[in-house]
């Protein structure tokens, strides 16, 4: 018996729930767009609440500050992309209501001079590629909306998990030792998190290189844990 995503049934299953997922995808930006709206002020409230309780002591309340910024720049960008994404929808939907009634773009009716007619063939082309390409770009920053937050969140846990175990080191016995060590992990999570920046914005350049792989991948082991990469 075959695993159930190698079934032909389960691939066809799923090529039809990707031409319908529009439906999914406006019902959860529009529910999510509302409840993110309601959140804003509330979180603020409370960052305002924990910043005045925590004024005295200074490392809690830079931790609480770059939490709640952590927060707020993730739920604003995430915001943002789905408000875009909506409008785009928006778009598209009504491009696909006028498809019903006029049909695809009759350059010869409209009876434009040979120089327009030629330019707007090559800049807009036929009305199915327009709509084709506004339903890729749709479901595409649906999709980049929520890889986005989970982009923040790694950055700010990276940050989080470097400061946290820098503290650690800090408060051990003073010596020689404490400040080898400060060093040593502070210089190797440095250069772990730039190798994790420049492969992640290069798609995966240092997995291409045989020797940068091979030097990579215990660095990319690690850094999927700290920052929960694998889960997406």
Same mark, same amino acid.
């Given at each position: 018996? @075959?695993? &159930?995503?190698? #079934?032909?049934?389960?691939? &066809?299953? +799923?090529?039809?729930?990707?031409?319908?997922?529009?439906?999914?995808?406006?019902? !959860?930006?529009?529910? =999510?767009?509302?409840? @993110?709206?309601?959140?804003? #002020?509330?979180?603020?409230?409370?960052?305002?609440?924990?910043?005045?309780?925590?004024?005295? /002591?200074?490392? +809690?309340?830079?931790?609480?500050?770059?939490?709640f910024a952590a927060v707020i720049i993730c739920l604003l960008s995430l915001t943002i992309c789905l408000i875009i994404h909506v409008i785009l929808?928006?778009?598209?939907?009504?491009?696909?209501?006028?498809?019903?009634?006029?049909?695809?773009? /009759?350059?010869?009716?409209?009876? *434009?001079?040979?120089?327009?007619?030629?330019?707007?063939?090559?800049?807009?082309?036929?009305? #199915?590629?327009? !709509? $084709?390409?506004?339903?890729? *770009?749709?479901? +595409?920053?649906?999709?980049? %909306?929520?890889?986005?937050?989970?982009?923040?969140?790694?950055?700010? !846990? %990276?940050? $989080?998990?470097? %400061?946290?175990?820098?503290?650690?080191? #800090?408060?051990?016995?003073?010596?020689?030792?404490?400040?080898? @060590?400060?060093?040593?992990?502070?210089? $190797?999570? @440095?250069?772990?998190?730039?190798?994790? =920046?420049? /492969?992640?914005?290069?798609?995966?350049?240092? &997995?291409? &290189?045989?020797?940068?792989?091979?030097?990579?991948?215990?660095? *990319?082991?690690?850094?999927?844990?700290?920052?929960?990469?694998?889960?997406?």
């Open positions: 018996m @075959l695993p &159930k995503h190698e #079934d032909s049934k389960f691939k &066809k299953w +799923l090529d039809i729930l990707q031409q319908e997922s529009w439906q999914l995808e406006l019902i !959860i930006s529009g529910v =999510a767009i509302f409840g @993110l709206i309601q959140t804003f #002020d509330p979180l603020v409230s409370l960052a305002n609440s924990v910043s005045a309780k925590t004024m005295d /002591d200074n490392s +809690l309340s830079a931790i609480s500050s770059v939490a929808r928006g778009l598209w939907i009504g491009a696909v209501g006028l498809r019903y009634f006029s049909g695809d773009i /009759d350059y010869e009716v409209l009876n *434009y001079t040979n120089k327009f007619k030629e330019y707007l063939q090559k800049r807009i082309g036929s009305f #199915d590629k327009y !709509i $084709s390409k506004l339903e890729d *770009y749709c479901s +595409l920053i649906f999709a980049l %909306s929520f890889l986005l937050v989970f982009f923040f969140l790694s950055f700010f !846990i %990276s940050i $989080s998990v470097f %400061s946290a175990v820098i503290a650690i080191i #800090d408060n051990l016995p003073s010596g020689t030792t404490q400040s080898v @060590l400060s060093n040593i992990f502070g210089v $190797s999570m @440095l250069i772990a998190i730039l190798m994790t =920046a420049v /492969d992640f914005f290069t798609q995966g350049f240092l &997995k291409k &290189k045989k020797w940068l792989a091979f030097v990579y991948f215990p660095v *990319y082991r690690v850094m999927s844990r700290v920052t929960f990469s694998f889960l997406y």
